[in-house]
């Protein structure tokens, strides 16, 4: 690309010559030009803002091909203001600069921001180009393309970079714009070890206006099973307050998140139906959410029922943790997407019944068939609406795998997070190991009789961890 081009607008041919998209019509006609765009709000309900900018771009002609994970940011500039939620995102319009900035400007007023506010100050949204294919721009307007702060804004190259991703992201397919460059000025601007502090982080966002930033440690996971069958308790917790009783105790132990399950997922166990499932489990959260001792626990609800799902966060739950992954909901993704909570999705074959049926659990290397198969399942998931921020993926540690396998996918998750593009490379793992019975391998008892043994090396190893590794 040559250099600004003073106060013209740019040529209509010169663009086209530059862009090597490969998104195109039947006819050939390329659909359009590569922008990324940064995105950032710090009053309002910030992430409902952001969702609501995401939905609207596509009406504008802003086609979203990929989107990064969303950060928390300490306010720059003006000090003196809410912290911002920022993200970026890649798009294919047929719009020109011009028109481009004028379309997110209509959409920036639609979530309430006004003109004449303060500069730098605060605002519902913001839409910024940070890049327009690779091309130079300025006109007499002031639109100036590529956007003339953004190397000094970790929380605009931090979420480029998600974008940029390595060698098998977005980046790879619209090649036109500079990742390179994105990837560089960020890795020199400290890169993704700075992130994790106050000043920058990654968050998962909570429905009520809360966020969660889960990056800088590893996250423990409570479970507890409201089950007569379950493998955990043998059925010990027949009463609601024994469920609570349990869980505040975990939460007192340190338990960041309790997960609340009332369908048994062990090899072989009795289906017992949605509306048995929700008799046991929402009760629970429902005492859960209002005790005062459990405010800073998130809780999840362990489900593969959307209709479960949905009672469960009415009831107060945080998180949907669907060990299907949604291939046995249909509705799962979607009403995920209407629900605003994280979502575990975690990788199976067949179901509970069947996962551990030979050719469920072959695999020709199990790292690599689990992240491509998580990929896959969680592509279709954003299909269905969830924006990529809310995905924490887990390789579902002995669902759908034999012991081996279960030990391999232990030892081999950064494998298995190799498998995965663009913001989804960088979102967090669960990883449910506790007082499974593949933990005998590591005792080298492999006798189910030894299963008290493979109990306490579960213990010794903590209980089912969120790894931000
Ligand atoms: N690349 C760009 N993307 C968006 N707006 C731009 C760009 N370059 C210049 N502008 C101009 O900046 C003006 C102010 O934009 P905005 O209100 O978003 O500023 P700001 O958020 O306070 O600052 P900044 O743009 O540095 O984030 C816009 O009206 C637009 O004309
Ligand atoms: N952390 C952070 N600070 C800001 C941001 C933003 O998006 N994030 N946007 C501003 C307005 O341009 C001013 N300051």
Redesign the pocket.
């Known amino acids: 690309m040559n250099g600004r081009t003073g106060s013209t607008a740019i040529c209509r041919e010169h663009l086209c010559m530059a862009s090597t998209m490969p998104a195109t019509q039947d006819t050939g006609t390329p659909v359009g030009y590569a922008v990324a765009i ?1 995105m ?3 009053v309002g309900d910030r992430v409902a803002n952001l969702c609501e900018a995401l939905r609207l771009l596509p009406q504008h002609g802003i086609k979203v091909l990929e989107v990064s994970r969303l950060y928390e ?6 000090t003196e ?1 809410p ?2 939620l ?1 993200a970026a995102l890649l798009a294919l319009t047929p719009l020109e600069p011009l028109k481009l900035l004028a379309a997110l400007k209509v959409i920036e007023r639609a979530l309430g921001r006004t003109e004449g506010g303060q ?3 605060p ?1 519902q949204l ?1 839409l ?1 180009i940070v890049f327009y294919e690779g091309m130079r721009y300025t006109n007499d307007g002031g639109l100036e393309i590529p956007h003339p702060r953004w190397r000094e ?1 970790p ?2 190259m931090a979420p480029l970079a998600d974008l940029a991703g390595g060698d098998a992201g977005p980046a790879h397919q619209v090649r036109s714009i500079p990742w390179e460059d994105a990837r560089r000025a960020w890795a020199a601007a400290g890169g993704e070890a700075s992130l994790g502090s106050a000043d ?1 982080r990654c968050v998962l966002p909570l429905t009520n206006g809360r966020t969660w930033p889960w990056q800088g440690r590893t996250h423990v996971m409570g479970i507890l099973n409201v089950t007569p069958d379950s493998f955990s308790d043998g059925g010990e917790l027949s009463s609601v307050a024994d469920a609570v009783k349990r869980a505040q105790d975990m939460a007192a132990a340190g338990a960041d998140i309790i997960d609340v399950g009332g369908q048994s997922t062990r090899p072989g166990a009795e289906h017992v139906g949605a509306q048995e499932e929700a008799a046991r489990i929402v009760p629970v959260i429902r005492t859960l959410a209002a005790d005062e001792r459990m405010r800073e626990v998130l809780i999840s609800v362990d489900t593969f029922h959307s209709a479960i799902a949905q009672e469960a966060v009415a009831a107060g739950a945080h998180i949907v943790n669907d060990v299907s992954g949604g291939s046995l909901d249909p509705s799962m993704h979607s009403v995920v997407a209407e629900l605003g909570t994280p979502y575990v999705l975690m990788h199976m074959r067949g179901d509970p019944a069947t996962m551990q049926a030979p050719e469920h659990t072959a695999y020709a290397d199990v790292c690599a068939e689990v992240g491509a198969e998580l990929q896959t399942a969680a592509e279709r998931a954003i299909a269905a609406g969830i924006e990529p921020w809310r995905i924490v993926l887990d390789p579902g540690i002995g669902f759908a795998k034999t012991g081996a396998g279960s030990c391999a996918l232990m030892g081999g998750l950064p494998r298995v997070r190799a498998q995965l593009r663009g913001a989804l490379r960088g979102m967090p793992l669960l990883v449910g190991h506790s007082r499974k019975s593949f933990l005998g391998r590591l005792t080298g008892r492999e006798n189910p009789a030894d299963r008290d043994v493979a109990s306490a090396a579960a213990a010794a190893l903590s209980s089912t961890a969120l790894a931000d590794q």
Not at 73 to 78: L, N, R, T
């Open positions: 940064a950032g709000a710090n940011s300490a306010p720059a500039y003006v203001q912290a911002f920022n500069r730098f100050g605002r913001d910024d804004r929380f605009v920058l």
